[in-house]
């Protein structure tokens, strides 16, 4: 299981996870419902307390991801595959023009 903690505008909006069995959860967090009901990350995930599943990265968060050249770029140097999208997600949008970020949360060791 991969996960990210999704800022906006520098506030912890919530968490976006890789199940071990290929399915993506956005889970808005609960601090962040309470405080901002109103300041959704994309029209398409307005705030909820309820989690947004799906067995495809979210078209949002792709959104995010390099394309062209610096995919490659990316892909290249970071030795992820351009079809591991949770993989480059993580790696890769941790500083994006725009509101929106993705940083990686360290796996635990079980």
């Known amino acids: 299981m991969r996960q990210g903690k999704v800022t906006y505008k520098?506030?912890?909006a919530g968490i976006i996870t890789e199940t071990n069995d290929g399915e993506f959860i956005f889970q808005y967090?609960?601090?962040?419902?309470?405080?901002?009901p109103?300041?959704?990350i994309t029209f398409t995930?307005?705030?909820s307390d309820k989690p947004y599943?799906?067995?495809r990265l979210f078209p949002f968060f792709e959104g995010l991801i390099p394309e062209g050249w610096l995919l490659e770029i990316a892909s290249r140097n970071w030795k992820i595959n351009k079809n591991d999208r949770m993989?480059?997600?993580?790696?890769?949008?941790?500083?994006?023009i725009g509101a929106v970020s993705v940083?990686?949360?360290p796996e635990k060791d079980e």
């Open 10 to 12: 520098d506030k912890l």
């Open 29 to 36: 967090d609960k601090q962040y419902v309470k405080n901002y």
């Open 38 to 40: 109103t300041k959704f």
């Open 45 to 47: 995930m307005p705030v």
């Open 53 to 55: 599943t799906d067995k």
């Open 87 to 96: 993989g480059l997600l993580l790696a890769c949008c941790q500083n994006c």
């Open 103 to 105: 940083e990686p949360i």
